[in-house]
């Protein structure tokens, strides 16, 4: 079993700090929630652990698979099996959906067995087909341009059928309910949902309760001020969602922290 432990992380952006000492363990086949109001380094979180350069990390480790990722460049990591959905994808015209999903796993499979010599097409044909049929994507979907003049939600979905193709091991969702109206947010969750569980560790970082109606979480934490600040059950997001976050930060602000 591997899991992603985080220990005291801070990070600057800009020359300011926005995450100020965090700890959270993810162990394999868990759910974690992050929430939290906007710009209080949600994203800067999810960022720093896929090894984007702009975040510089002042002070802790993250250490998965008895590796200090943080000396990892974001392919590697990607190769290691940690994987984020982003909450702003970009568009790269020129490279298909296929093409790029196709390329994306064949580095994934070489890092796990250097002697694989790659799917065949036709075997990767079938696989990106049924995970395709998973998410209810149109098959011409994946011909087009990543990203390129994709929808909100189909944004979304091409994300979502990154993950489903390369299978991590652990998996970042960062805010992948905004966009989304009500029935692509079901197919999305069933889609995260049947890939996770098993041996999938699923950070799971959103603003609203609302997606969590649709996956459930086993933890709870809400971050606050570049640290996290609350941690509980799927109950304490339904708390959050009746009484919003200013409860929390009088606690916090009055010292009394967990
Ligand atoms: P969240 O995802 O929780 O809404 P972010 O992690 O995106 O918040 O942002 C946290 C803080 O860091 C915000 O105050 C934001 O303005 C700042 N920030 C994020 N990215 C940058 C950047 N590239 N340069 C300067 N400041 C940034
Ligand atoms: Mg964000």
Redesign the pocket.
């Known amino acids: 079993m591997s899991e992603l432990v985080i220990q005291n992380l801070h990070i600057n952006?800009?020359g300011?700090e926005?995450v100020k000492g965090l700890n959270l363990t993810i162990r394999q086949g868990e759910v974690h929630a992050i929430m939290?109001p906007?710009?209080?380094?949600?994203?800067?979180?999810a960022y720093t652990l896929m090894g984007h350069p702009?975040y510089e990390v002042t002070a802790g480790t993250v250490i998965f698979k008895e590796r200090n990722i943080l000396d990892m460049t974001a392919d590697e990591r990607s190769r290691l099996g940690i994987f984020l959905a982003f909450?702003y994808p970009v568009a790269i015209p020129g490279v298909t959906v296929a093409n790029f999903l196709r390329t994306a796993l064949n580095a994934r499979r070489r890092a796990v067995n250097p002697e694989d010599k790659g799917i065949s097409i036709p075997e990767f044909r079938k696989l990106l087909k049924k995970e395709m049929d998973i998410l209810r994507m149109d098959h011409a979907f994946a011909g087009r341009y990543l990203n390129d003049g994709f929808s909100g939600g189909e944004k979304k979905r091409a994300e979502i059928l990154q993950m489903a193709t390369l299978k991590p091991e652990i998996a970042i969702l960062d805010e992948t309910d905004s966009g989304l109206d009500i029935d692509a947010l079901r197919i999305v969750s069933e889609g995260v949902n049947t890939l996770s569980g098993g041996d999938v560790g699923v950070l799971l970082i959103t603003h609203y309760q609302r997606i969590l109606n649709y996956i459930k979480p086993d933890f709870v934490h809400v971050?606050m001020g570049g640290k996290i600040v609350e941690s509980g059950g799927p109950d304490l997001a339904l708390h959050l969602e009746e009484r919003g976050y200013e409860w929390i930060r009088e606690k916090y602000e009055n010292g009394i922290t967990v």
């Open positions: 952006i800009g300011k926005i939290g906007n710009g209080t380094g949600k994203s800067t979180l702009a909450q971050i």
